[in-house]
C-alpha cells in the first residue's frame, strides 16, 4: 500500500502564507502526478493545483499567482506554497498521487491523504 502523509497546515491571518506538505511512503515503484484538492464542509472536493513528474504544473483560476505547487521525487513529496491566503481559502486540504506499483505486473493506483485544515481569519 501507499500512504500519503500531509503537513503544515494552521491558523493565518488574511495576506499570511503557510506551506503544506505531503510524503508519499509505502511500497511502490514510482510516484507519477501529485496534486492538492481541498473541501470545505458540504461541498464538494475542489482541485487547487497538479504537478507532474517532470513539474508541468496547474492552478485553479482561484489561486492563480498566490499558491506554488512543487515537489521533490527523491523525497517523494509535493509541496503547495500558499501567499497572500484569504478568508475564503479556509478548507481541508489534500493531496493526491498516482503511485506505479509492480507485482508482476505494473499497476497504477490513485490514492489519498488524510488532509490538513487550513483556517485563514479576516
Known amino acids: 500500500q501507499v500512504q500519503l502523509v500531509e503537513s503544515g497546515g494552521g491558523l493565518v491571518q488574511a495576506g499570511g502564507s503557510l506551506r503544506l506538505s505531503c510524503a508519499a511512503s509505502g511500497r511502490f515503484f514510482r510516484i507519477d502526478a501529485m496534486a492538492w484538492y481541498r473541501q470545505v464542509p458540504g461541498n464538494q472536493r475542489d482541485l487547487v493545483a497538479t504537478?507532474?513528474?517532470?513539474?508541468?504544473?496547474n492552478y485553479a483560476d482561484s489561486v492563480k499567482g498566490r499558491f506554488t505547487i512543487s515537489r521533490d521525487n527523491a523525497k517523494n513529496t509535493v509541496y503547495l506554497q500558499m501567499d497572500n491566503l484569504k478568508p475564503e481559502d479556509t478548507a481541508a486540504y489534500y493531496c493526491?498521487?498516482?503511485?506505479?506499483?509492480?507485482?508482476?505486473?505494473?499497476?497504477?493506483?490513485?490514492?489519498w491523504g488524510q488532509g490538513t485544515q487550513v483556517t485563514v481569519s479576516s
Open positions: 493526491n498521487a498516482d503511485a506505479i506499483r509492480v507485482f508482476g505486473s505494473v499497476i497504477a493506483s490513485n490514492y
Open positions: 504537478i507532474t513528474r517532470d513539474g508541468k504544473t
